[in-house]
């Protein structure tokens, strides 16, 4: 019922910039935090940026002043825009979200499959 699709990984050298996209779709009701997260190999998934539904943002310390988290509540997408990217932000991203719908009132939690992004030169 809800599909969060992922989009704009890919491969980038040290120094560059993309732009990671989540859109959330199904018979939205609400969508309250939204948030990224990535795993690199033989690494455990960890929180990179969330936003809340009132635009506060939180970041991990490894990505401050270089990643930025935003969402565009009438599209229903999250982004996360990231620069000076490093070979050690190489890793699967993950978009995750909050929602609550029609059929399934209580806020339930879902992810996306996930976008690679690989940092290297």
């Known amino acids: 019922q809800v599909q969060l699709v992922e989009s704009g990984g890919g491969w980038v050298q040290p120094g560059g910039s993309l732009r990671l996209s989540c859109a959330v779709s199904g018979v939205i009701v609400r969508i309250n935090d939204m948030g990224w997260y990535r795993q690199a190999p033989g690494k455990q998934r960890e929180l990179v940026a969330s936003?809340?539904?009132?635009?506060?943002?939180n970041y991990a310390d490894s990505v401050k002043g270089r990643f930025t988290i935003s969402r565009d509540n009438a599209k229903i997408t999250v982004y996360l825009q990231m620069n000076s990217l490093k070979p050690d932000d190489t890793a699967v991203y993950y978009c995750?979200?909050?929602?609550?719908?029609?059929?399934?009132?209580?806020?339930?939690?879902?992810w996306g499959k996930g976008t690679l992004v690989t940092v290297s030169s």
């Open positions: 995750n979200a909050d929602v609550s719908t029609l059929v399934i009132p209580s806020v339930r939690n879902y």
């Open positions: 936003i809340t539904s009132g635009g506060s943002t």
